[in-house]
């Protein structure tokens, strides 16, 4: 980060998306970190319930809506040193173009690609005060240069379009002292990216943490996977 975490005294972390796979190790790992963490849940909290700690707060947040998200800012304050947008839905994989469910499309940009910058701009005023660091939680499947195969339409888009948001915003968000960031996870075994995958959730997440810790604010914009490799746009 801007300061590593180990650098702040008491550090606040948000994540979203965390009842589960990569959302939910990034809380175990945060509090092992000694981080305050506030994690958010669409519907049912998951493997949430299962972790005691005083410094875990749990929120139902629907991300998509911009008031329960100004609801939430209230009670994070009064700083935030990280935020993680991971939430994400994985619909929109068609396998042609005939075969594009436009409603479903639109939802898909809705969750993949507005929500997260929707909960950036709600909590700029507290990640300003120290600092922070914005990780967007972002897939390989959004490079354009990479884009071999096709297809995916609306998930590929929507990833995309969260790249291009992050790196539209990191000149600004620099000039509040803050940094942004693009992580791929890797293809890792969850609900959403299947038995078959050959990383597990708690590698994925050990790099993420790694590369959060390296990141400075002359880093800003970058787009990693979980090991640190340069990505392609």
Known sequence: MNRTLQGYLMPVALVTGAN???GLEMVRQLLARGCT????????PGGLVDIDHEQLHLHQLDVRDGAAIAEMTTVIGPTLDLLINN??????????VSAIDFEVAGEVMEVNAIAP??????????????GGTVVMITSLMGS????????????????????????????????????????HPGWVETDMGGPNAPIQAEESVTGIMARIEEQTLDMTGRFVDYAGTALPW
């Not at 963490?37 to 049912?44: D, E, K, N, P, Y």
């Not at 939430?87 to 042609?96: F, H, K, L, Y």
């Not at 354009?144 to 995309?160: L, Q, V």
């Open 37 to 44: 963490v506030h994690a958010t849940h669409r519907t049912s």
């Open 144 to 183: 354009i240069a990479d884009c071999m195969s096709g297809r995916s339409y609306a998930y590929r888009a929507s990833k995309t379009a969260l790249n291009m948001f992050t790196v539209a915003m990191k000149n600004e968000l620099r000039e509040l002292g803050i940094s942004v960031m693009l992580v």
């Open 87 to 96: 939430a994400g839905i994985a619909d929109g994989r068609w396998p042609s």
């Open 117 to 130: 910058v929707r909960i950036t701009q709600a909590v700029l005023p507290l990640l300003a005060k120290r």
């Open 20 to 22: 589960r796979g990569l």
